[in-house]
């Protein structure tokens, strides 16, 4: 049994949680590539992403891959979970997650070549999968 009033309770409940805290404010961060000048892949599976249908409001659950391979920078993992964490009250279609998030990760970390995947859960009877990539244009 608790100590807590249910004063107390409720106020907690009406608390931004830490966590919740963090998911907002959070943003893709990198740091310097190790091994600048060596190509090499890194892949990334993030099996918990949820976004709401932009139609129904009905949650969608995927899991996102991402594989590049760096330029300069890298992108710190926790950082990565915070921002994926970030769309799951956001209103967005399967294409436009996927879309967005590669955006944000090229925008971020520059990659000499980046694939994102969404396989998104069926629902309905259908299964979606968006994979969007990006190739690093060469100086003129």
Do not use: W
Request: proline fraction near 7%; charged fraction near 25%.
């Amino acid at each position: 049994m608790s100590n807590s009033s249910p004063e107390t309770v409720s106020q907690l409940n009406q608390e931004v949680k830490y966590g919740e805290r963090n998911i907002a404010e959070g943003k893709l961060i990198t740091f310097p590539n190790p091994r600048i000048g060596r190509r090499y892949n890194i892949d990334i599976t993030l099996p918990e992403f949820t976004c709401k249908c932009p139609f129904s409001g009905y949650p969608d659950f995927a899991t996102i891959h991402i594989t590049y391979i760096p330029d300069e920078k890298v992108v710190e993992l926790k950082a990565l979970k915070l921002y994926i964490n970030s769309y799951r009250d956001r209103y967005i279609s399967h294409e436009e997650s996927a879309n967005q998030i590669l955006d944000d990760f090229v925008a971020a970390c520059d990659p000499l070549e980046a694939t994102v995947k969404a396989d998104f859960a069926p629902r309905g009877n259908v299964h979606t999968v968006i994979e969007v990539q990006h190739l690093k244009s060469k100086p003129n």
